[in-house]
């Protein structure tokens, strides 16, 4: 059973940056890929961005790949997703999630999930 953690939202003005950590424990964090995605009021979940268990691959969504970067540190057990240049539409709860190995786009390949962590971009 993995725990996830995420930390790192908040508020922020529109073009500014955030940093979000997800920490995982219970498990063998290597082993996993990992993503990010993203619910905001009203909206369906999003694919934000994902990373193999190595990190040698990664994928971003059109909206935010020039944008956002993740990355993850293996010894620290922890994903991060680096926000650039935010924008009133990445409002929104950030959740990561963990699935044997390889990334992945499609939220229903995942088996564990965070609580979440609040994302606020005003303008």
């Known amino acids: 059973q993995v725990q996830l953690v995420e930390s790192g939202g908040g508020e922020v003005q529109a073009g500014g940056s955030l940093k979000l950590s997800c920490l995982a424990s219970?498990?063998?964090?290597?082993?996993?890929?990992m993503g990010w995605f993203r619910k905001a009021p009203g909206k369906e979940r999003e694919f934000v961005a994902t990373?193999?268990?190595?990190?040698?691959?990664?994928y971003q969504s059109d909206s935010t790949k020039d944008r956002f970067t993740i990355s993850r540190d293996n010894a620290k057990n922890t994903v991060y997703l680096q926000m650039t240049s935010l924008k009133p539409e990445d409002t929104a709860i950030y959740y990561c999630?963990?699935?044997?190995?390889?990334?992945?786009?499609?939220?229903?390949?995942?088996?564990?999930w965070g609580q979440g962590t609040q994302v606020t971009v005003s303008s």
């Open positions: 990373i193999r268990w190595n990190g040698g691959i990664t």
């Open positions: 999630a963990a699935r044997p190995l390889y990334e992945s786009t499609n939220p229903y390949e995942y088996d564990y």
């Open positions: 219970g498990g063998t964090f290597s082993g996993h890929g």
